[in-house]
T-cell receptor, first 112, second 114 residues
Framework: GQQVMQIPQYQHVQEGEDFTTYCNSS?????IQWYKQRPGGHPVFLIQ?????EVKKQKRLTFQFGEAKKNSSLHITATQTTDVGTYFC????????????FGSGTKLNVKP | DGGITQSPKYLFRKEGQNVTLSCEQN?????MYWYRQDPGQGLRLIYY???????QKGDIAEGYSVSREKKESFPLTVTSAQKNPTAFYLC?????????????FGDGTRLSIL
């Protein structure tokens, strides 16, 4: 079946350092969405990318969708303690448009 | 405020017992989803429904059942056939069933075995 993997699984950074998580799908995705889950909370939608090679920015966060639409990345510049949480990528494959697959997640810890 | 309400927040199941988790949304969304999240893991799809009176199995449907009799409601039953039910269960909804819409999540139900 389809798999969506993320690396790294965990990342510990000092406040002010940058952070990147990478998402790789075994099949082509029609779009990619990113979610953030705070400890003890539920995932919250951050952004959606649809076009091949698309790049979007939200303040210190930069999201990129790969040219082949099978990978994506999230980069956070100058992390803050409020960035703590688990970041998930998610999306449907082009072969099964109505089933949604979540990545394994990257847990970010930011030390003040 | 519009949103998704899951209840209860915590649930304990005895051996051989079926339990039902409630999920209600007032966002007027067509699609609803159930996910299971184990500690330190990602979300795995149990069931999803694109419209009323229709639902499809996800990747881990065995031991679970759902119904979608009303647009607003998508209850999940964890049956006695699910031998390892301890997990965090998340319900979500989206505007349409074509996966181009973001998913809105409830606060989740933590299920444990007594």
């Amino acid at each position: 079946g389809q798999q969506v993997m993320q690396i790294p699984q965990y990342q510990h950074v000092q406040e002010g350092e940058d952070f990147t998580t990478y998402c790789n799908s075994s099949t082509t995705l029609s779009n990619i969405q990113w979610y953030k889950q705070r400890p003890g909370g539920h995932p919250v939608f951050l952004i959606q990318l649809v076009k091949s090679g698309e790049v979007k920015k939200q303040k210190r966060l930069t999201f990129q969708f790969g040219e082949a639409k099978k990978n994506s990345s999230l980069h956070i510049t100058a992390t803050q303690t409020t960035d703590v949480g688990t970041y998930f990528c998610a999306g449907p494959s082009i072969y099964n448009f109505n089933k949604f697959y979540f990545g394994s997640g990257t847990k970010l810890n930011v030390k003040p | 405020d519009g949103g998704i309400t899951q209840s209860p927040k915590y649930l304990f199941r005895k051996e051989g017992q079926n339990v039902t988790l409630s999920c209600e949304q007032n966002l007027n969304h067509d699609a609803m989803y159930w996910y299971r999240q184990d500690p330190g893991q990602g979300l795995r799809l149990i069931y999803y429904s694109q419209i009323v009176n229709d639902f499809q199995k996800g990747d881990i449907a065995e031991g679970y059942s759902v119904s979608r009799e009303k647009k607003e409601s998508f209850p999940l039953t964890v049956t006695s056939a699910q031998k390892n039910p301890t997990a965090f269960y998340l319900c979500a909804s989206s505007g349409t069933g074509n996966s181009n819409q973001p998913q809105h999540f409830g606060d989740g139900t933590r299920l444990s075995i007594l």
